[in-house]
């Protein structure tokens, strides 16, 4: 499952750096994440990064986009290659 932004963002600016997939961008309004390049950090870190700096805990899970530790890892290795390309 894909992480997003809630309404409670305050644009702070601490998510988009950490984000090893460059899934984190400025949408109109507040930081939006790109379901397709987010693996919750699979491949990456332990926890998901962009959770973890977050001051004002808006970073959920994104129910629309359920995805098993073995679809994220896969999704990883995809961005990795086409990183590689």
């Known amino acids: 499952m894909a992480l997003m ?32 390049k987010c693996t919750e950090c699979v491949g990456h870190f332990d926890e998901p990064q962009c959770q973890q700096v977050c001051p004002v805990a808006c970073i959920p899970f994104n129910p629309a986009w359920r995805e098993s530790k073995d679809e994220l890892h896969a999704k990883y290795e995809r961005l990795q290659a086409t990183k590689a390309a």
């Open 5 to 36: 932004i809630t309404d409670d963002c305050i644009n702070c600016d601490v998510c988009e750096p950490e984000c090893p997939n460059d899934a984190i961008y400025m949408g109109p309004e507040i930081y939006e994440i790109d379901p397709n």
